[in-house]
């Protein structure tokens, strides 16, 4: 099959593209490596374009000359500090971006499947694990935006009947994070040495799922969902606190860290749980997690 993955010099781009490559897929990638990197994949030359999904008549010929018939739409602004900062400029990537590709995806003619790399953040602040069909409520311009992709996807299915697939995915880890979130962070100042870390709020929990689970879930969804339209949650279905996951570095580690709240760190508006209800995920496809927070934590700090 060749499948297109935009964003896929990303965080978790780079993480499904490592997965696919096992099966013998031939990969294309479309990514204006804003925040990627071309060195997170291996694929040659030719099938990377380099190009801003902003641009309508740059993605339509690019469309057209791959032909794929499987497209995971992966490319966005997503760090909500970043996005609330410049709310225009990732509202227009990921809103008319999104656009762009539905329309060059119709105009190409070849693609069979399309999957949308949606969030968490479409959902209100909800204390209990968050399953599909829960209200949805942003509370952010990211999480606006996303939910802009999701109901321009649908329509684009409704249009074209292209089986199309939205996963919302949680707070994910792993290696090549790309952003500047807790984990990465955390890494970062116990890779500098440091024993006594700047963090933000402590108390809040997130649902941590290790980016090679995601890919695997991913992989399965797209062995499993040949029609249609579906809506997943993609997460661990268990949350950790700050505190856990400082925890989790001492015990790999050996050693005590101490945190400091940081002020300067500290969201103003902020979820205290954000948990997944994956029942639907792993029923539908026999996808189950494998990846504990303190394995990935280990790989982390051995890399
Ligand atoms: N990381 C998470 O925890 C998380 C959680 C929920 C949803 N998501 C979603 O998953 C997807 C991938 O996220 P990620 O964590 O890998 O982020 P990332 O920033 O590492 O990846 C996004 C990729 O899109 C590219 N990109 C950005 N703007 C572009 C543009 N205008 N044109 C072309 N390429 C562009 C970037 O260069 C980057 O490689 C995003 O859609 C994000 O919203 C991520």
Known sequence: MKILVTGGAGFIGSAVIKKLQE??????????????????????????YQIDIRDADAMETALREIQPEIVLHLAAIHFIPYCNQHPFESSDINIRGTMNLLKAIKSCGSVQQYLFASTAAVYPIIDEAISEDAEKKPMDIYGLSKLAGEELSQKFHQETNITTII????????????????????????????????????????????????ANAIDALLTHMKQGFEIFNLGRGIEYSVTEVVQAFEAQLNQRIEIESDPSRVRKVER?????????????????PKISLEQGIKTLINS
């Open 272 to 288: 205290m749980h954000l948990l997944s209800d994956i029942s639907k995920l792993t029923r539908f496809t026999g996808w189950t």
């Open 167 to 214: 996963c919302r995915f949680f707070n994910a880890f792993g290696p090549n994070e790309t952003n500047p979130h807790l984990i990465p962070e955390i890494q970062q100042q116990v890779n500098n040495g440091l024993r006594t870390i700047k963090l933000g709020n402590l108390t809040p929990k997130r649902d941590f799922i290790h980016t090679s689970d995601m």
């Open 23 to 48: 099966s013998a897929h031939t990969i294309f990638v479309i990514d204006n490596l804003s925040f990627g990197n071309r060195a997170f994949i291996s694929i040659p030359d030719q099938q990377f």
